[in-house]
């Protein structure tokens, strides 16, 4: 299947249905992933939008991103590829659903904090014009490693 139509479908707002689904793409991505009772929290958050990228065919979902707005912010808390379906620009289609959900709902800047090592999630933060605005030292757990903060400012 051309991978251009594979993935023509829409973003859409996650399900409860699909917090497995979430799950397992978390512990594919990250080395402290967010679990099933945490992520079931978010259908119901007033603050927090998870953004789905499903693979179609029924074989689940591709790519996802957490974003919360509270007071005027935006903040990214997550977004995961599956690994199989990289450099494709799936997270650059979730990033979009993001900027313009931020958009439409007032926001004035969207922030983040990204692994040092991550140079791959870097370098898509900054084609979105991200800038690194500071860092947090030893901020992550397995391995230690710095955060870098990124800001993304008058959306």
Not at 7 to 23: F, G, H, P
């Amino acid at each position: 299947m051309d991978e251009k139509k594979r993935y023509n479908s829409a973003i859409r707002r996650m399900e409860m249905s699909d917090i497995r689904d979430v799950a397992e793409l978390e512990r594919l991505c990250f080395s402290s992933p967010w679990s099933e009772k945490l992520l079931a929290e978010l259908p119901k958050s007033r603050l927090d939008t998870c953004f789905l990228l499903d693979q179609g065919e029924g074989k689940g979902t591709a790519a996802y991103g957490i974003l919360r707005i509270l007071a005027g912010e935006g903040e990214i808390q997550r977004i995961g590829v599956l690994p199989s379906e990289r450099k494709k620009g799936l997270g650059s289609k979730v990033m979009e659903a993001m900027t313009e959900y931020a958009r439409e709902m007032g926001a004035e800047c969207i922030l983040l904090e990204v692994r040092e090592s991550n140079t791959a999630a870097r370098k898509l933060y900054k084609s979105w014009g991200f800038e690194e605005e500071g860092r947090r030292k030893n901020y992550y757990d397995n391995p230690s490693e710095d955060a870098v903060l990124m800001g993304l400012r008058c959306i």
